[in-house]
């Protein structure tokens, strides 16, 4: 057998500590340890929440605005804009304004989800293709682009997978538009 040279997602890092984990900032910055949460009103403290290192901001966050009535106006910053999190203000009928994550297009300087246009059951591509948008059996949402990148004149722009583009729609997708959209406003800033 060999070590593995990668990380295991709940790997224990302490025979002292055995709820300590890595805590990662950046792939090439990292700690071990632990992670404080804190709510705060303007002046006040309103919740604090000890997790292991792994655990991510707004998997956290959600214990933290338990107490507080529905209606707030919740701010953050991007580690708080996973689509979950921003379910779960919608449904508690808060307000999020929190940055959201940066968009990794498939190739540098490409195209993002962004640049694609979703209408009901389909979407289109910045040439114009239009493709159906599929479900799968576990309910993941998914467009093929397929053989139309092949003669496509902007595929360098967009993919370099031999099978052409593929977009797999996040879960809370409309909800991560919005919050894009809302990032670029003069209000938000």
Same mark, same amino acid.
């Given at each position: ?78 580690? &708080? +804009?996973?689509?979950?999190? $921003?379910?779960? *203000?919608?449904? %508690?009928?808060? #307000? =999020? ?47 093929? &682009? +397929?053989?139309?990148?092949? $003669?496509?004149? *902007?595929?360098? %722009?967009?993919? #370099? =997978? ?28």
């Amino acid at each position: 057998w060999r070590i593995a040279r990668r990380t295991a997602p709940d790997r224990m890092v302490s025979v002292v500590d055995p709820e300590s984990r890595h805590v990662h900032k950046t792939t090439s910055s990292y700690r071990d340890g632990f992670k404080g949460h804190i709510a705060i009103e303007p002046g006040i403290i309103t919740a604090t929440e000890l997790t292991a290192g792994n655990v991510g901001d707004a998997q956290a966050a959600p214990d933290l605005i338990k107490d507080e009535n529905p209606g707030i106006e919740v701010l953050g910053n991007s580690a &708080y +804009g996973a689509g979950e999190f $921003r379910h779960h *203000l919608a449904e %508690r009928g808060d #307000t =999020a304004v929190i940055k959201p994550g940066p968009l990794r297009p498939a190739v540098d300087g490409g195209f993002t989800i962004d640049d694609f246009f979703i209408d009901g059951d389909e979407m289109t591509c910045p040439v114009g293709v239009t493709v159906a948008i599929r479900t799968s059996r576990s309910g993941v949402r998914s467009a093929r &682009y +397929g053989q139309n990148c092949a $003669r496509c004149v *902007l595929r360098a %722009r967009c993919t #370099t =997978a031999r099978d052409g583009r593929v977009i797999v729609l996040h879960q809370h997708h409309d909800l991560l538009v919005a919050a894009r959209r809302q990032a670029r406003t003069d209000a938000f800033d």
